[in-house]
């Protein structure tokens, strides 16, 4: 049943890509659709049957066939399932069929239907790979598989050049992440002859000494592919632009999947960061600083699926931030939470986007309270989970566990604290502020349809699990309930805090009153004095916020006008001489035999008789 989760996706796209032109939209939505939830219930199963036999068997592991057999390269075909691979497959499957139902609905008109659920299945099938792999080159076939999909869906509207840069974009700067990670795969396996996970993990953990300088290099590797995966700096660039695909796509990709697989891969080699301790702590600082650039780049946006993406920059960073401080438990948690919510927002986003005729402002919005209320409510919901409104969103309780082990634990410290803190007061202005000038206020723009069930019952399910989602991990001081916990620590390690659970207590009431202020704020400001946001929306800082910090100008200015320079300025180098020297002759040469080749039997019986004359008269001569 393992080999099928992964497999039964690949199938799926095999059928919609060979006979996608001859089936109807329903037919396609149908094996679309119906295969990943097929996928989710098999997951499920197979997440019941494994949860029964821990803490007694903690992984199981199936080989489906020998991949590659090459001296002392030996690969297989081969998956591996633990607790941190089945939170990811959970994540993966359950949500993805969720976002896939949506599309039926979202896709229902665009004449390229059986395409997109063939990529969005092929992208599914590569996801899973990435996370069942028992062998990290079979991981990396599945990383490079997203990140062709990815390429694929972000492109999918292709007649508009700016859809095709977005995905170029995305492509090249992930690359360079994933180049990265190859070495670092190249000098694993040079280093302790095999490819497969577990064993990299634990020779290294035998063999190389803590701070040694190829474990650090190494480390130093896979983390630049983690950051380019999962867009953190300073790799963040593609993300904003990547929302030119379809929602349901930014839904899937950017939300709930691909950019955590930098998550999983942290996590999944957590031993050779903990080998490194100076790049786990490069993780930490990276997180830090990403979630609060992100966060005032979301607070300064008006293309309402940007704000999205610059908060999914801001959480992935808190995840980064919770990995640097070895609470691998709570980076996992605020992931599977952050699907929820963010996967809903996206949704919620798109249907506004869909029925206000493609309008991407939110200032020219507003008014949609009363006239879409199932989309406002559930909005609402994935606002107040990814602010942490505390007590009642799941939000609340995997981030107040990241900001406490950000504090208390071995590595933590106050000004991480405090950086995740003023990440926390951000999240909550800028989620409340897409809030009030999206639904409140006067209409600027009409809805021109209602959107039906299949569209608005997903962001049901997930609103519900973005409230309840949290209740499998409760601190002592509210539940003690460590469910969530309790299961991934069978593979990963345990945190260790340094305070009390009265300290714990006194900071959980301050990022409470964090989360409360900034919707405060954010009522204040862009609901009941909407004239206090002017100064700051017409500033020079807001703009340079709005363009990401200048990272795009600063790259175009490093790294892309050097490059075309010197590609014109190379233009005709002796190399180009050659080259062209040498196609100038064939062509030459091709325009002296095309002139043998002219279609007229007389001169081709001439030629025949003086090639026989010459070479008689040759052999005749010796």
Not at 239 to 258: E, K, Q, R, Y
Request: aromatic share 14%.
């Amino acid at each position: 049943m393992i080999a099928l989760i992964p497999s039964i996706p690949f199938l799926s796209f095999l059928v919609l890509a060979l006979f996608g032109h001859k089936l109807t939209r329903k037919e396609a939505g149908y094996i679309g659709a119906g295969s990943i939830g097929i996928v989710a219930l098999l997951t499920f199963i197979v997440a019941t049957g494994f949860i029964k036999t821990l803490p007694q068997v903690k992984s199981y592991s199936v080989i489906v066939w020998e991949w590659i057999n090459a001296g002392n390269l030996k690969a297989n075909i081969s998956f591996s399932l633990d607790a941190l691979s089945l939170v990811f497959c959970f994540v993966i499957t359950f949500v993805g069929f969720l976002i896939h139902v949506y599309s039926i609905g979202f896709m229902a008109k665009d004449e390229g239907f059986s395409r997109f659920f063939a990529y969005m299945n092929l992208f599914i099938g590569a996801m899973l790979i990435l996370v069942l792999a028992d062998n990290i080159l079979l991981m990396y076939l599945g990383w490079e598989g997203v990140g062709l999909c990815s390429y694929l869906l972000i492109g999918f509207w292709y007649k508009e050049p700016t859809n095709d840069y977005a995905a170029r974009k995305a492509f090249i700067i992930t690359r360079i992440g994933d180049t990265a990670m190859i070495i670092g795969i190249f000098i694993l396996f040079l280093s302790f002859g095999t490819v497969n996970i577990n064993e990299l993990m634990q020779q290294a953990s035998e063999k190389w000494v803590t701070g040694s300088s190829i474990a650090v290099f190494t480390a130093a590797l896979l983390l630049v592919g983690a950051l380019g995966k999962s867009a953190q700096l300073p790799l963040q660039t593609w993300l904003p632009d990547a929302m030119a695909g379809p929602s349901p796509v930014s839904a899937l990709i950017h939300a709930a999947t691909m950019v955590t697989a930098g998550v999983y891969l942290i996590a999944r080699t957590h031993v050779l960061f903990s080998l490194a301790p100076v790049i786990q702590s490069a993780i930490a600082i990276i997180g830090a600083l990403t979630l609060l650039i992100a966060g005032f780049s979301a607070l300064a946006q008006h293309d309402l699926k940007r704000i999205l993406a610059y908060s999914t920059i801001s959480q992935i960073g808190y995840m980064f931030l919770a990995l640097g401080v070895g609470a691998w438990s709570a980076a996992v948690f605020h992931f599977m939470i952050h699907a929820f919510f963010k996967a809903l927002l996206f949704l919620g986003a798109g249907i506004v986007i869909l029925v206000l005729n493609e309008e991407h402002d939110i200032f020219r919005m507003g008014g949609l309270r009363k006239k879409m209320p199932v989309v406002f409510i559930t909005f609402l919901i994935g606002s107040a989970s990814l602010s942490a409104l505390p007590l009642i969103t799941a939000g609340f309780y995997s981030k107040d566990q990241i900001l406490w082990y950000a504090f208390s634990s071995q590595s933590g410290s106050l000004v991480l604290w405090l950086a995740g803190i003023i990440g926390a007061l951000l999240t909550a202005l800028y989620s409340f502020r897409m809030i009030f000038i999206t639904f409140y206020g006067e209409a600027k723009t009409e809805p021109v349809f209602k959107p039906g069930k299949i569209m608005t019952v997903p962001l049901i399910i997930l609103a519900v699990l973005s409230l309840v989602g949290g209740f499998v991990e409760l601190p002592a001081s509210i539940g003690n309930i460590h469910l969530f916990s309790n299961l991934v620590d069978n593979t990963l390690p345990v945190v260790v805090a340094k305070g009390g659970e009265n300290q714990e207590f006194l900071f959980q009431l301050l990022s409470a009153l964090i989360a409360l202020t900034g919707i405060y704020f954010a009522y204040l400001i862009y609901f009941k004095k909407p004239a206090l946001s002017e100064p700051f929306s017409h500033s020079r800082i807001n703009k340079f916020f709005e363009k990401g910090w200048g990272f795009d100008k600063l790259y175009d200015i490093l790294f892309v006008k050097p490059i075309v320079w010197f590609s014109v300025i190379d233009k005709n180098d002796f190399f180009d001489w050659w080259s062209i020297g040498i196609s100038r002759l064939a062509i030459l040469l091709n325009r002296l035999l095309s002139i043998t080749q002219n279609g007229k039997l007389r001169w081709y019986l001439m030629s025949f008789a003086i090639g026989i004359a010459l070479i008689l008269t040759y052999m005749l001569s010796k």
